[in-house]
């Protein structure tokens, strides 16, 4: 079998993982009006910060086609990249919001919604090539966020970094060989919300890092 081509977006209809195509099959045939694809990342492309999550969830970007958009992640994710200067318009949790990111991008480590939003080792290897590709395609890209350690490593991963050499911490700063900086946070999920490992204080320290990391 020949090597995949990487482009810096797949396409809706990637075929690289059969676990996935067979859901996305199964969620085509329960719900044919959600977007069911390969979800694209979102944001210009002269952007100075790419934030990377971890997968679409099946009822928020794999419903709506934009990263994070309709589910509780999103929310907090969009209000604080509001705060901190990175988007224009209302963020509404629909396609059609008019809200847009400015100086920001957002994707994920895998394109593609796994069921129970747990992408086996092999699938995240396997989309690792259109995050390498994303990131090389941002010509003037300062800093990368990953949420949460799969996100970190598949960044690490993606640039051909050694993982022990930055590991990942919330709220760390990593000096990347290049000029990048990695910073980290603990994925914005409902779960780690409820449970007090990630606080929205906790999340916005983050992004102020990140500002005045940018405005300097």
């Not at 676990?19 to 390969?38: C, K, M, T």
């Not at 794999?62 to 992640?73: E, L, M, Q, S, V």
């Not at 991963?157 to 603990?186: N, V």
């Amino acid at each position: 079998m020949a090597s995949p081509i990487y482009a810096p977006e797949p396409p809706a209809d990637c075929n690289l993982c059969p676990r996935l195509v067979a859901y996305r099959i199964s969620n085509q045939q329960a719900e044919p009006s959600w977007f069911n694809g390969a979800v694209p990342s979102v944001g210009p492309v002269d952007c100075r910060l790419l934030i990377v999550g971890l997968a679409p969830g099946r009822t928020g970007a794999n419903r709506t086609g934009r990263p994070f958009t309709g589910d509780f992640a999103g929310d907090l994710l969009y209000r604080t990249v509001s705060e901190f200067g990175f988007a224009r318009g209302s963020y509404a949790a629909r396609i059609d919001d008019g809200f847009e990111l400015d100086d920001c991008m957002v994707s994920n480590a895998v394109r593609c919604a796994p069921p129970e939003n747990k992408p086996t080792t092999a699938e995240i290897k396997l989309c690792r090539g259109f995050l390498s590709a994303r990131i090389a395609d941002l010509a003037k890209l300062r800093v990368v966020l990953a949420l949460g350690r799969i996100a970190h490593e598949q960044t690490l991963s993606a640039l051909d970094l050694p993982r022990p050499a930055f590991p990942f911490a919330h709220a760390a700063r990593h000096a990347l060989p290049g000029g990048l900086i990695l910073f980290d946070s603990y994925h914005c999920s409902r779960y780690n919300t409820n449970t007090g490992r990630l606080t929205e204080e906790m999340f916005r320290a983050v992004f102020a890092a990140i500002r005045e990391e940018l405005d300097a």
